[in-house]
């Protein structure tokens, strides 16, 4: 079974950026869909972004298009979620998640079709 961990987290002040990380237990991230989500005190969780196995297909959410973006490192074998122009309203805790698939081009915006979950890492968006 595989484990996600996510890093990266921490205190940013309003338009700062932070980077996250997910990796993957066994070094097989590579194998899996990955999407982002998070979830803030009191409400329900959120989806942020998904993309491919083979790196070529993403999706944002409304919320975030056009400053957060993921992206996949071959070399680390990590999928990478670099947030820009932080507000405070994006302070929560945030998750990856992965989804083993066949097809190398699907990702997946539905937290339901994740198997695969890490701990979250905590963000925190100061005014």
Do not use: H
Request: with cysteine; proline share 2%; charged share 20%.
């Amino acid at each position: 079974q595989v484990q996600l961990r996510e890093s990266g987290g921490g205190l940013v002040q309003a338009g700062g950026s932070l980077k996250l990380s997910c990796e993957a237990s066994a070094g097989v991230l590579s194998r899996y869909a990955v999407g982002w989500f998070r979830q803030a005190p009191g409400k329900e969780r959120e989806f942020l972004a998904a993309i491919s196995r083979n790196g070529g297909n993403w999706i944002y959410a409304d919320s975030v298009k056009g400053r957060f973006f993921i992206s996949r490192d071959s070399a680390d074998n990590t999928v990478n979620l670099q947030m820009n122009m932080l507000k405070p309203e994006d302070t929560a805790v945030y998750y990856c998640a992965g989804e083993s698939t066949y097809k190398s081009s699907a990702f997946f915006s539905q937290s339901a079709e994740y198997e695969y979950w890490g701990q979250g890492t905590q963000v925190t968006v100061s005014s």
